[in-house]
């Protein structure tokens, strides 16, 4: 027993170094300072934060980790609850910054220059089927299972080189109508970050992964190309991050209400492809073809690669590129890179099941 308990500390004592070598490295308290999280007395705001950040790694609750009495802080837990409850802080802010700290000190600096570094958003659905007095709580429907359910939407941007996948920030969506709400927001201070966040979780999903682009341009992460799949979709979404300095590559719906004009004429994706031959043999694409996306009489020009479906042999799936200059292959190998963000949402799914459990109205904070 008492050998158990030796090595149980001495791999929190492990855990302890590797996290404060972590913390001084990528200076993640002046990125906490950055995001509007400091105090004016009493414990440093990073002392605080650095060991909530170690109980996840000990996988133990707080109240766990006070009843061992191992690690256990200089400071009470009342100061970790006012700490959590700070709406002043900018969550989105410090996940960015601290993001593209990792990203340029840790990452690209072992990729070679040519390698297409892309930002990828996807979101997921956030159950909370049980909560009833959960901030904004709504019935958000999940397109997975074709249901409506209790929760949010967890909408996630991320980085990726191809090798490493980096979450940069997130939101959770509620919904913005009002009657699919369950509950309100709190009434709070209109200037703080929290508020600001309690009203980009009501807005479309469109919407806000515009504001998490822009962050992440503000915070210079290495990145050409913003990939997302087809719920994202449309010309005015392709309009406005082109418009933040990213080209796009995305999945587009075969709908007969989006056109894309081709050889002058406003046409549906499926229309394009019955007027053109097909390529045959086994490659890996059908057709390409050149089109311009418009949007209040602002044109992009776009290419556009049919691609077979491998799962339904007689279909075909859509990808649209703004760039131009890549060719087909390099299109779709650029896009396959988007696989990488859900494999992230589901470990973050099957490793992180107790935070169904926690209150998740501190992300919106």
């Given at each position: 027993m ?7 500390a ?6 302890s ?10 200076h ?6 950055s995001a509007n999280?400091?105090?004016k ?13 170690l109980?996840?790694f000990?996988n133990?609750s707080?109240?766990?980790n ?6 256990t802080?200089a ?36 990729d070679s220059?040519?390698r ?5 958003i996807?979101?997921s ?6 909560s009833k007095?959960v901030?904004?709580?709504?019935k ?6 074709h ?10 941007l991320g980085?990726s ?7 940069v ?8 109508n ?7 927001a ?7 970050a ?7 979780s ?11 682009l ?6 210079v992460?290495?990145?050409?190309y ?8 449309s010309?005015s ?6 418009g ?13 209400k ?12 499926t ?17 390409s ?9 602002k044109?992009?020009p776009a ?7 491998r ?12 760039d131009?200059e ?10 396959g ?9 589901k ?12 209150d998740?109205s501190?992300?919106?904070?």
């Open positions: 008492n050998k158990s308990i030796t090595q149980d001495q791999n929190d004592n492990q855990i170094k590797t996290i404060r070598r972590f913390f001084t490295r990528f993640v308290s002046s990125a906490l300072k999280a400091y105090k007395k009493g414990f440093p705001v990073v002392q605080i934060f650095q060991y909530l950040f109980l996840v000990f133990r707080m109240y766990m006070l009843l061992t009495g191992r690690n802080p400071f009470a837990k009342d100061t970790v609850y006012r700490f959590m409850k700070m709406i002043q802080i900018n969550w989105i802010r410090f996940t960015t910054i601290l993001s593209s700290r990792i990203i340029k000190e840790a990452v690209v600096s072992l220059e040519d297409a570094n892309v930002l990828i996807d979101d659905m956030f159950e909370r089927n049980r007095k901030e904004l709580l709504a958000v429907y999940d397109h997975a299972k249901a409506y359910k209790s929760g949010f939407r967890m909408l996630t980085w080189d191809g090798s490493t996948f980096l979450p920030n997130s939101v959770l969506l509620s919904s913005e009002k009657r699919n709400r369950i509950n309100e709190s009434a709070m201070d209109k200037r703080t929290g508020y600001k966040r309690r009203r980009l009501m807005q479309k999903g469109a919407s806000v992964m515009l504001e998490l822009k962050h992440a341009k503000s915070a992460i290495p990145a050409k913003v990939l997302f799949d087809s719920w994202f979709s010309p979404s392709i309009h406005a991050v082109k933040i300095g990213y080209d796009v590559i995305a999945m587009v719906k075969k709908t007969p989006m056109f894309f004009r081709y050889n002058g004429e406003d046409m549906s994706l229309a394009i492809y019955s007027k053109n031959k097909k390529r045959r043999g086994r490659s890996r694409y059908l057709l073809a050149m089109v311009d996306v418009v949007k209040d009489g044109t992009i290419k556009v690669v049919y691609v077979r479906n799962n339904k042999r007689k279909e075909y799936l859509c990808i649209i590129s703004t131009t890549l060719d087909e292959n390099e299109i779709i190998r650029i896009y890179k988007r696989w990488d963000i859900e494999v992230f949402l470990s973050a799914k099957v490793t992180c099941i107790w935070v169904k459990n926690a998740p501190p992300m919106m904070r």
